[in-house]
Every structure is written in C-alpha cells, then in structure tokens.
C-alpha cells in the first residue's frame, strides 16, 4: 500500500507534466462546467480576463501580445506608494502557506531606510502534494518575472533573485531564457524602459532541501550556506538577503500582481470571498480520476467541488476516507467535511489551513497510519536538524511508527507497550507530536505533527488495531 | 532618553529598555528560565541560536511557544514562563534529547559544569522516557589538544560560531542533516588536518562533555579543580587565564571572557602549552660543573661559589668583565633587581636582555620622534579603527589574540587592513591590500606611500602645524620617492603604494601595527622613524584607535625595558649619561652607579669572543639560539671564564655554564608583568615549585648578600613599592590596584586611572619630531653564491628558543619541527619538494632542515623559525648591527639551498 502511494507520487507530478496542455481546458471545459452548473445554477463563469493562471504562454512574443508587461509600463508612471496601496486594497495574501498580506510586507520593506534592497521569489516548491509552482513556472515565467519587476520597483529593491526548486530542471531553463528575453526587450536591467529604475534577476538553483522553502533558510542557501532556518525576528523585512531588507513572495502570488495593476484592487475583490479574495490554484492528488491543478476562486466552491467536479471523482468509485487540504503539512478532513468551502478562513474554522493549496485524497482503501509513517519517512529526511524538537522528534514518531507498522523489520525490538498498554504508544506520539508543534524552530517542525496528531482524532481505531497485532505478537 | 517597554510576566508588570529579550527581562526581576543551547555569559560574542528549545514560554495571542532567549520584548506581552503547556512541552524536549545522550554523567569529565546536566537537574528529569536509536560515532582522539565525542553532543552551535565568529578560522560546521547532523571539518577529517588552530574556543564554549581537553583526562573533577587568576607567560598580549589547579596540579587552562585583553580567548599555547611546568626536566637543584658534568648541590654552595668568583673577577680585571643578561621572561620586580644587582652591586652597566633583539629600535626610533618608546595606543581600540596598516607584524601566529582584534575590525566593523609584508601571512586573507615588498626596503615603501599622501594632499596639516616639527626638511626627502622609483625599489606595483597611501590616509582613524618584520633590520631605528613620520603625517597620533603600535614579542619585553635593564638607561628611561639620573638612584641605592654606558647583548658576545669580557650571569634567557650567528655565540660562551644561568631548564646556553641555579616558572612566583600596551598585571603564587628551585628575585636578593650588599624583600610587593617610588609612570601601581584589573602606564599617582592612549594633547617631548629617512638597502645582499635572502620568525605552535614550547607535548607533536618555506618557483628550480632534507647555509654556517613548498614567501626568499635547536636559524643570520639600536639584521641575510641526498 506505501509502496502505490509513492508510486502515485511520483506518477502525479508526471502527470502534470503530461496534462498541462489540457490543465487549461480542464477549468472550463463542457464537462467540468457543466458540473458546477448543475450545483451553482447561478454561477456565472469568468473567460477572456486575466487570472494568473489563464493564457499561458511561455514566449515573450505571445505574453506581450496578450497584454504582457503592460502593467510593468504603468506602474512605472505611478509612485512606489501607490503600487503598494493597490496592492494592499486589493487584500490579496501570500499564495505559499503562511499567507501573509502581500501589500503590508511590501510596505515594510519600503519603509526601511537602507539603500540595499532585495526582492526573492520563492519557487523552492517542495510541500508534498505541491506542484502548482511548477505549471506557472513553465507556462507564465513572464507573468512571475514581471510581477517581481513590480514588487521591486514598489519596494525600492534593486536585486531579485528567484530560487528555483532543483528537481525543476526544465523550469529553471525556462526561466532563465524568460529572464534573457525580458532583459533583451529592456524591462531588466538599467534604467527598465527607460525609466530611472533599474533592477535584475537572478536565477540560483535550490539546494535539493525541503527546508530551503523556508525563507531565511532559503536566503542562507543563495548566501552559500547551510540552509538551516535562522532566528526570527529580526524578519526579512528588516533582515533578509545578505542582512538587507527583503521581500519574499510565492511564484502564484506573484502571478497574481499583474492582473492586480492592470484591472485594479476593485475587480480583484470582486474574486472570491471577503477573507479569501482572488482566486487560488490547487493542486489535487491522490487517489482521484483527474489528478491536476485547477485554478478557482476562493469560497465559491467546496472541497467536494474540487474532488468530485474537477478532478473527476475517486478512482474506482470507491469512498473517500481522508483528505489533507494543504499539502502535507496540514491537518486532515475527513468525508464529513466535504462541504467545506474552499477558502482560508473556512479551513481555519475547521482547524486545518489551506497551507499551498494541494489537495490530497486518500480513499476508503488507504491505511492512514502508513500514509502518516511514509509522511515522516519525509519529514525525518528533511528536518535540518537545528532545533532538537524535530530533529529527535521526526526520528523518533518514525521509529515508533515503524515499530507499530512494521514491527517484524525492527530489529531491536518493539519500543513500547510490553506493559499491554495500547494507549502508551499513542501518548508517546502526541507528546512528541505536541511538543514538535509548540516549540519548534520554524514551519517545519511547527506543522509536520499536524497530519499524526489529526490522524489519531479521527482515526485512533487504526492505530489500536495495529498496536493490538503488535503486542500480539509480542505474548 | 532610552526607549521602555511594559510587559507583564508570570503576572507581575515590568517595565525594561526596549530591545530586551524575554529572557532578559525576566532576569531583570528575578524570574529564571532555564536554558541550555544560549548561555548569557557568552552574550556579547555569541548570538542565541535558539536550537534547544528549552527556553519556550507562552505568550498570549501566539499560536506557538517562543524561544525566549531570542525574542525581543514588546509593548503589552503577557508572558507565562511556567505554565503546565511551557513545563510539558520542556520535559518533552529535554526527554528527546537525553533519549540521544549517553548518560555516563558518573564518569564525564565535565561533570559539575555541565550545563545539560544542570537543566536536568533543575527540571526534575532523571532520564528519558523515550528510546530508539542513538548516534554512534567513534571518539576523536588523534591530536593531543581536544578530545572530540560528538556523542554527547547536543548541537547547541556555540563552537562553529566561536571558530567562525571569534577566531575567524571557520575550522568546522554543522554536517550532514537531520538526526545525522554533527558538527565536522571539511570531510569529516581530523582536526589536525583542517584550518583549526587549536585555540581551545570551542571547548570553552562547548555546554556538555563533547568537546573536552585532551590533557585534564582523568585528573580531577570540575568540582575538584581550584581557578586562579594570572597572566599567560607566552607573548606581549598579556592574556588573563585561569589556572585550573588539583593538588598542586594544573588540570586545564581556561580564559574568563570578561576579564582581561583577550575577553576569553587563548591561543594553543596559552591554553594547552603548560605542561613545561610539570616536566621532569626541569631544574630542581643548583648545579655546579665539576670536571665538564654537572654536580647538584645545596645553594649555599653554588651560591658562595659564584659570589666568590663574581668578586674575584671583579677584582682582576675590573667591574665591567662582567656582564648580565636580564630577562623578558621574569617580572618587573626581577628585572629591576638584577639590574640594581649589576649597577650597584657589580658595579657596571653591562646589563641588557633580549629586547635588544627584538624592540632596541622601537625603544630608540619612538623615544626620538614622540618621547617614549611603547605602544601609543591600547589592544582594544583596534577593534574600531577605520584603518589597521599591520607591517612586519605575523600577527595571527606571533600575537593570536591581538590578531583577533585586527580581524574583528575588519570582519564585525568593516575595517580596511593593509599587510605590508614580504610574506603572505595569514593576515592577508583579511586585508584589502597586501603590499608584498622585498625584504628590507620598508623605509622605501613607506616614503614611497607618504610621497603620494603630499602629492594629493591627504596629509593633516593642522596636526602638522600645530603638533610637529621638522616637517620640511623630512619633506624634502620624501618628495624624491616617487612610487615609480619606489616600484623598483621594493618590487611593489606602483597602483597598490598609490592605492594603500589613499586608504591609510582617508580613513581615520588609522592605527599602524608592528612589529619584529620592521625593527630586526640595521635599519630598524629608520624603519621605526619612517612610521613615525607616517602617522603624524595623517594626524593618526594621540587619538583613540590610532597610534604607532609595535607589538612586544615577549610577555614581560615591556616591563624589562622599563625597569632599565638597558646598558644606556636606568629604570624609568632615564638616561646613564644624566648625573642627576644616576645620583637619584645612588641615592637610593647606596652605591655609586658607573656613568659609562654599558655593552648590548651582541656586543656582549662579540667582546666575549674578544676576550674583554670574562664573566656573564645570564638570568632566563638563551642567547645561544636566540642571537644572530650562533657559531660566534658559542664561540665566545666557551671563551668566557665564568658563566652563572639561572632558568626553569637546562637550556642550550646552560649547558655552557659553570653554576646554573634553579629557578621558577610564572606560576609559581608572585610578581607582575606588563604587556605591549603598557599594562602592568599581576601574577600569583599558585603551585609549589619542584624541590629546591627559587624564584629568580630571591636568588638575586641571596646572591646580592652574599657579595655584600644586602637586598631584603619579604616579597615582590615590596619591591614594587621601591618601583613606585624610583619610576614616575609606576608610581600610582601597586598590587592592591592591579589585583583584579592591571594598569596602564603612565600611571603616576594612587588615584591615576592608567593612560590608555599616549600623547594626547602633546607629546612625551613636547613636539613629534618628523625624520628624513633615506632608504638604506640592507648590509648583505643575495649574489651568484648566496642566491636567496632569509627571513626569519616565529611560528603559532612554538615560542623564542623554544625553552619553553618544545617542553610541551602537544606542541611538539602537532608542530614537531622546523621547516625552510621556498616559493614554488625556486623549488621547481632547485628540484625540491614538500619534506625534502634540504641544507641551507650562508657565510656564517649551514643547516639542515625539512623543506616545505610555500605561496607565502616571494620566489628568492625563504624563510625559517628560530625556535628549534635542530635547525636553528641563528646559525645562518648575520650579526650586522643597527647603528642606533645595536639591533641585529635577523630579517635578511644571504643563503644557498642545496639538496641533501638521504
């Protein structure tokens, strides 16, 4: 069973790749339409605007000809202070997890005195289940890249960086020939159409690290150093980069800023819900028949919308057992709340997040605390190895996972329960898994207990029947 | 006015400056958290990683606990430092991680100081409830320093930043990830094979048994071990250590970081250099040599013996047969009363001491251009130059823990460092310019950068006007190096005297160090005056964090010099030639005091050998390794009719003696010592000396009786009492006042706070005296048959004639030998490479020693240390003097290389 899942992984992040022709079509053609007809009968569907995930085009030919780097041209006749007013009128937030107001983090940077600025956008896309970076990356490089121009010039940087996950090989390539054709057409480098602006972009390659997401560990990684999170505050507002003030942004929110500038604050909020305005990609995997990314405004839609609509129901028709909402560091649901609306503040309400937008489902087949053990596997290879509650924590919920699951390739013997206590392994994990989430370093021990801790609400029997085989065996 | 904030904590309302960590203002009224990875001790070198976690509190409206080590207060908290939540999840934490830690608390050696141990203990957690896998790393115990048990390592990060952010040598890092991480070299290899220095930071810092001395192994328990304060016996930096002592034992060194110059910091053999102490070598009886072998004696023997043939000398041919060598090694209080022994006893002036060798120049060129012959600035100022021009100064290996001070500037403050050195030394890796000259043509160089300073009109010239004179006959002489013809001179390119002349003048203030690279020349007193000029020329004189610096090579080189043991001055730089000088201390003193300037130590040997002089009392010093042309030395110790050393062991020039006396090492006398930047300070008394072996100031005072003229101290402080009264810039230092902190002199009365930086307002002689200083090539240049020039230092693992150093075991297996540095150039020339015997042989004499393939000298120079007897360096240099100084040119002499077929 772990094994099909990795399988699915990994077939779903080539799956992508093969469906992004169609990943277009599929938001609105006839068949996913007319599904969301049928439940919204009211609903009337946008086409021909722009939204950061419509027209792809990778070329600068076809971006400019769709109106590409128009917005660049007038944010330039604006003031730094009004790009940022737009940007905070129109409440858009961070697209990466954290989902921080966008135009307030510009704003901070702004304001700080120094003359060294930097402006990084984040695409180091490794939360599990996450690959709607990816799409916009080799589809929207100029959107992504002219966003950046943007959120420079209203910052006051002067050096960009984008720092691109390593396994996206062809991204990288892709972004970096978009980086050459828009300092070719003269909206990089000196005096961007001859404005007094001048800014560049760098592409570095990611260091092949989950944690390297994590933003000043991302900044040490582009320093050269051990991508390991720093102490914070001081934040990257006031200390990002090289110990300069920076931004960071998400690849998806800054395809959002174009669209933002060109039709204005008003007509972004009137996308999505008062919270959650704009629209928002998920990308949806698992065990369901149209595995994907999908683009949809926030709160017009429910979870079942998104498994059962778009991506085409589970597979086999079989039932759904669990989902988690925002990659793998988020909190499951489960088939009780498939009515959730799809939107921050609705998965906050139901104790999870929307984190990145990468909805996994696991159906009526899937043991959960094997998918939770193959989660650790992950976070035990990832953790830093910084702060001691997740570096000893991961490694030790994975032993003990081990032991319950597999306790026949444990050589040194089972760790608890010879007292035929079934609850003792269960204490131990959400101790640890408590003491992981309220005293780690950074994101990363903070919220990898989330999916073992939720699991063991909803389903401890799961556990217990494998600690009852293990002690079992043991008498 | 200071920003407050208002916060409550654990219910009580408090206000404290904004900018405090929570930690921090729970301290402030009362409330401890317990911590483990952060130690406030090391609050002002060591940023918080916050990587325990043990140091979580709750605060209201935070979703997550927070490291209160770390998180700055604001306005309105409401902290809970000890709630269930905060208490559960910090039991968790420390549970995980003693679920990784070997428990063998019963015999770790740090045990008692462990501050793992210590957070356990104070959150009631006996073990851990956890179990799995535990690291299982082999133990590193291959070199002699620092055993390495990564273990018992909790990650905490204090030693990669001490290494990286303290001593600036990024010898280590954090590895691998996960639970795999573990803090490695590059590759994970030995210590010894990395850039480590073995400085012992690391092992300071470290909170658990990880890192640990390899020397105190076994010798005794924290709780066991007594600290005393006194002051590292190595270099001119002075440090403050701490011996840490068990039954009369010296278990371990350590450094206080908030006492002292050195905040702490050692270097190798300020930290694992002691064990010469111990040694079963040293001298534990009076020897007396009986048919060529020495005989122990009692004292009273040895000591009528030499009182007896001292006389008879006298008598023969007349007080100045004979001579004495004080030292730099011993105290202030020794060197005063050796030289009062010569004086006033002997009756002659032939007293010196190995400042000759080392600072003669410095004493003469700075007396002449300022007044006064020190360090015009302090150690600590460094830090906040704008500009350190370091020149003939290997800082980094002579002086480590000044060093640290150049580099924090450049690297914490954004100093810019110009290295003026024909070597490329460790320093130039922290330097903007490295200005590589040929060996000897410094003057040159400097007037070369001067000559652009007036060109451009960089020059301060209120401060010339107001403060200076002989400005335009100095003037004159400089206008005519032009940096093209300077160029030709030194081998340095004309842009980078341009550049550093630009750089040295602009950004103030501006300090110039240096040291032996500049004075062991026979123009050393020029090479002096020619920085002199350079300083006042820019104004950089009488300011904080600017000055004319020479770093003194030896601990107490100051203190000797100051307590006249100078053939030409009386303590307090008084000179010989004054009637009035020598009638104040004849007065003193009871006897007349000779008015003829006395013999240097090379003219010492040089009469020796002549014959005029017959009898020698040398007192710690090893002029047979340390003078320039050993074969002469020896030649004239031979010649000598009666020789007196007294040391801590039988050195090579006691070997020459007919009465050695046993002596003490610094820690087991009382007395003070006062380091480059004129701090006299204290050591102590801390361990009983082996059998007989006297402190060198008793066995002054018993000798001095025994020639009649009695001396009685019940001890040193008495004779600092005499001090006081007989040198005016000592006269406000006694041992009450220097008890915790030294001072620095000038310092002339009881309530004086020492003076930190000289001439402020006007100099020691009224006005600084510029000098026109023409380049002078040095006295033996390399031809057809001597092709190469040597140069001569010291290396960071040993120490002068190594008396000391090659007495101690770690530092000669780390270090074993000497080597000769050939550029890659010559060696491919020559057909040598890395550990090659080769012989290196000049005019004088030839050695064989180890070659090593070496980017730092120039290609035609080669370099060599002095420290080892087996290749000793003093065999090949010339003892050409300075005319002024009576310096020898150690720094440059001609040599030939050749193969030596094994």
């Keep these: 069973m772990i094994k099909r899942v990795e399988e699915k992984r990994i077939l779903m992040e080539n799956c992508v790749a093969v469906n992004l022709k169609t990943a277009e079509k599929r938001i609105f053609t006839s068949k996913n339409i007319a599904f969301l007809k049928r439940r919204y009968p009211r609903l009337k569907l946008r086409t021909g605007e722009w939204l950061p995930f419509e027209s792809p085009d990778a070329s600068i030919e076809g971006y400019i000809k769709k109106g590409g780097y128009k917005a660049l041209e007038k944010v330039l006749k604006m003031k730094p202070e009004e790009v940022i007013k737009e940007i905070e009128d129109s409440q858009l937030i961070g697209r990466g997890g954290a989902a921080f107001p966008t135009g307030l983090k510009w704003k901070f940077v702004f304001k700080q005195t120094e003359k060294e600025k930097y402006f990084v956008c984040n695409a180091d896309e490794g939360e599990p289940g996450t690959f709607k970076d990816k799409v916009l990356l080799d589809q929207s490089p100029h959107k992504i890249i002219e966003g950046m121009i943007i959120g420079a010039y209203a910052s006051g940087a002067s050096k960009g960086y984008i720092y691109v996950r390593e396994e996206y090989f062809d991204s990288t390539r892709t972004i970096e020939k978009a980086i050459g054709e828009a300092r070719d057409k003269g909206f990089l480098g000196i005096n961007i159409l001859d404005s007094s602006f001048s800014f560049d972009i760098k592409v570095v390659r990611g260091m092949g690290s989950y944690i390297c997401g994590e933003e000043t560990a991302l900044f040490r990684s582009i320093e050269g150093r051990r991508g390991i999170p720093e102490v914070k505050p001081p934040f990257p507002t006031t200390s990002g980069l090289y110990k300069k003030p920076t931004v960071i942004n998400n690849v998806e929110t800054l395809a959002n800023i174009p669209h933002i500038i060109l039709n204005g604050a008003r007509w972004f909020k009137s996308l999505g819900v008062e919270g959650s305005f704009g629209t928002k990609i998920f990308s949806i995997s698992g065990n369901v028949k149209n595995p994907g990314v999908y683009e949809l405004e926030l709160g017009k839609f429910t979870l079942a919308d998104l498994i059962y609509g778009l991506a085409g129901g589970i597979e086999g028709n079989r039932k759904l057992k669990a989902v988690l909402p925002g990659g793998a560091s988020t909190r499951f649901l489960t088939k009780d709340n498939l009515d959730i609306k799809m939107d921050y503040k609705s998965l906050k309400e139901a104790g999870t997040s929307l984190g990145t937008g990468a909805v996994i489902v696991f159906d009526e087949t899937i043991s959960i605390p094997r998918i939770v053990k193959h989660l650790f596997d992950f976070y035990e290879e990832e953790s830093c190895g910084s702060c001691v509650p997740c570096r000893i924590g991961t490694k030790r919920i994975s032993e003990i996972l081990k032991d319950i699951i597999e306790p026949a390739t444990v050589k040194v013997g089972n760790l608890y329960g010879t007292d035929g206590a079934n609850m003792n392994y269960l204490t131990k994990l959400k101790d640890i898994g408590m003491a992981m989430k309220e005293s780690s370093k950074c994101g990363l021990g903070q919220s990898a207990p989330d999916p073992l801790l939720s699991s063991i609400d909803f389903f401890s029997n799961e556990y217990l029947a494998l600690i009852k085989k293990v002690n079992g065996r043991k008498s | ?751 004086h706070p020492g003076t930190p930086v000289l001439h402020r307002e006007k100099f020691t002689r009224g006005k600084g005296l510029f000098s026109p200083v023409e380049y002078i090539a040095p006295v033996e240049n390399p031809d057809a048959e001597y092709p190469f020039v040597l140069t001569t230092g010291r290396v960071l693992y040993h120490y002068h004639t190594g008396t000391m150093t090659r007495h101690s075991q770690g530092l000669n297996e780390i270090y074993p030998q000497g080597v000769v540095e050939i550029n890659p150039e010559d060696a491919v020339k020559l057909h040598i490479n890395t550990g090659d015997m080769v012989e290196v042989s000049s005019r004088r004499g030839s050695v064989k020693v180890k070659a090593e393939i070496s980017e730092r000298p120039l290609p035609g120079v080669v370099f060599m240390t002095f420290h080892f007897k087996e290749a000793a360096a003093n065999l090949l240099t010339i003892d050409a003097l300075d005319p002024v100084a009576k310096i020898p040119e150690f720094k440059v002499c001609a040599v030939r290389i050749n193969g030596v077929r094994s």
């Design chain 2, 1 to 751: 006015m200071e920003e407050k904030v208002k916060l409550t904590i654990d219910g009580k309302e408090v206000e404290v400056p904004a900018g405090l960590t929570i930690m921090e203002a729970a301290d402030s009224i009362g409330i401890y958290i317990p911590h483990l990875c952060y130690n406030p001790t090391y609050k002002k070198f060591l940023l918080p990683s916050s990587s325990c976690r043990i140091c979580v509190v709750e605060v209201e409206g935070m979703k997550n606990l927070i490291a209160s080590c770390s998180y700055p207060v604001s306005s309105g908290m409401v902290v809970r430092t000890n709630s269930e939540r905060v208490q559960k999840a910090r039991r968790v934490t420390l549970e995980l991680l003693l679920s990784s830690h070997p428990m063998d608390c019963m015999t770790c050696e740090i045990s008692g100081r462990c501050e793992l141990e210590k957070v356990a203990y104070e959150l009631g957690v006996p073990s851990s409830s956890f179990q799995g896998e535990r690291v299982n790393y082999p133990i590193d115990t291959s070199n002699p320093f620092i055993i390495r048990d990564y273990n018992k390592c909790i990650l905490c990060g204090r030693c990669v930043a001490a290494c990286a952010e303290i001593q600036y040598n990024n010898a280590i890092d954090f590895s691998n990830r996960g639970f795999r991480t573990k803090i490695a070299t590059a590759y994970d290899r030995p210590l010894q094979e990395s850039t480590c220095e073995f400085c012992g930071r690391c092992v300071s810092v470290c909170p658990v048994g990880a890192l640990t001395e390899k020397m105190r192994r076994g010798r005794g328990r924290e709780w066991e071990l007594k600290k005393f304060t006194t002051i590292c016996p190595y270099c001119g930096c002075g440090c403050t250590i701490e011996l840490n002592v068990k039954d009369n034992k010296i278990v371990k060194i350590t450094a206080d970081p908030f006492v002292g110059i050195n905040e702490g910091s050692l270097c190798v053999k300020g930290k694992f250099g002691y064990d010469f102490i111990s040694h079963p070598d040293r001298l534990k009886m009076p020897l007396i040599k009986k048919d060529g072998k020495f005989v122990e004696c009692r004292w009273e023997e040895a000591l009528k013996y030499t009182a007896d043939k001292l006389k008879e000398l006298k008598e023969r041919y007349g007080p100045d047969a004979i001579a004495g060598l004080s030292s730099a090694k011993c105290t202030n209080e020794e060197n005063y009363l050796f030289q009062k022994f010569m004086r006033a006893v002997t009756g002659t002036n032939n007293v010196d001491h190995c400042a000759r060798l080392c600072h003669a120049s410095t004493v003469a060129g700075l007396a002449k251009a300022f007044g006064s012959g020190a360090m015009t600035n302090s150690i600590a100022e460094l830090e906040d130059a704008k500009c350190i021009l370091v020149t003939g100064s290997n800082t980094s290996e002579a002086h480590p823990i000044i060093a640290l001070r150049i580099k924090a500037a450049v690297k914490r403050n954004g100093a810019k460092l110009i290295v003026a050195d024909p070597r490329k030394i460790d320093m130039v890796r922290f330097a903007c310019i490295h200005l590589q000259h040929r060996p000897g043509t410094d003057v040159a160089l400097f007037n070369g950068m001067m000559n652009v300073i007036l060109k451009e009109g960089l020059q301060d010239k209120e401060f010339i006007k107001n403060r200076t004179e002989g400005f335009d006959e100095f003037k004159k002489v400089v206008e005519k190096y032009d940096p093209q013809i300077v160029e030709r001179i030194t081998g340095v390119p004309e842009e980078k005297i341009i550049e550093a002349a630009r750089v040295y003048a602009t950004s103030k203030p501006a300090a110039i160090v240096y040291s032996m690279g500049i004075t062991q020349h026979t123009t050393g007193t020029d090479n002096v005056l020619t920085l002199a000029n350079l300083a006042m020329l820019t104004g950089n004189i009488g300011k904080e964090s600017s000055g004319v610096n020479p770093l003194r090579g030896q601990n107490n080189v100051q203190g000797a010099c100051d307590m006249g043991a100078l053939p030409n001055l009386l303590p307090g730089y008084l000179s010989i030639i004054d009637e009035n000088a020598r009638k104040k201390f004849a007065d003193a003193w009871g006897r007349d005091i000779p008015a003829k300037p006395g013999l240097t130590v090379v003219e010492m040997m040089h009469a020796a050998r002549k014959g005029i002089l017959k009898g020698m009392y040398i007192m710690g010093e090893n002029p047979f390794l340390s003078d320039p042309n050993a074969n002469e030395v020896r030649k004239a110790l031979e010649k000598l009719e009666f020789l007196v050393v007294q040391d801590i062991f039988l050195s090579e020039t006691a070997e020459y003696a007919n009465v050695v006396f046993p002596a003490v090492s610094f820690a087991e006398k009382d007395g003070t010592f006062t380091n480059t930047e004129r701090r006299v300070q204290r050591i102590r008394k801390i361990i009983e000396p082996p059998w007989e072996a006297k402190p060198d100031w008793q066995i002054i005072c018993l000798l001095s009786e025994k020639m009649g003229y009695e001396m009685k101290y019940e001890n040193p402080s008495e004779i600092m009492a005499e001090i006081g009264i007989l040198v005016p810039s000592y006269g406000g230092i006694t041992y009450d006042r220097i008890e915790r902190k030294g001072l620095q002199w000038p310092c002339p009365d009881k309530n």
